[in-house]
């Protein structure tokens, strides 16, 4: 056996050892997590009801406002005011007809231009294929129990 393989085989038995104890550490955090979630999950609800009570109260003092605005063209008041937000409205389609027609870029679709790539359907001085290594480890290193 090389001094390589070896070394490989030393890292792998350590690599499982790590494992293992991530699994035990795993098993011990659902366990705490188990037990912190029933008061957690009471403690939510408490929180999402009066979470909502604030939208709800919210909701009504922007609705109270801006019908005052409307009514007296008042925009400040106590607590509150009411902005004019200009807001863009258009029809998607026409929108990018213009903006096809004006060369404005729309932006790269890299996954699809990476795949075409892939395919050998965009030219080579446009984009190339590197093959590049990457070691990948197996999920299961059971084989590696009780090696030092």
Known sequence: MSTTTEEINNLI?????????????????????????????????????????????????????????????????????????????????KALDWATVHRMCLGLNVKAFEQLARLGQVPGDLARIKEVPQGYIDADLSVFEGTP
């Open 13 to 93: 038995a350590n690599l499982h050892q790590l494992r293992v104890v991530k699994e035990e550490r795993r098993k011990l955090y659902e366990l705490k997590l188990d037990e912190a979630k029933s008061l957690w999950e009471k403690e939510q609800i408490a929180y999402l009801e009066a979470d909502s009570q604030v939208r709800e109260a919210e909701s009504q003092v922007r609705i109270t406002a801006v019908r005052e605005h409307l009514e007296t063209g008042q925009k400040l008041f106590p607590g509150v005011q009411v902005k004019l937000i200009k807001e863009v409205q258009y029809d998607p389609a």
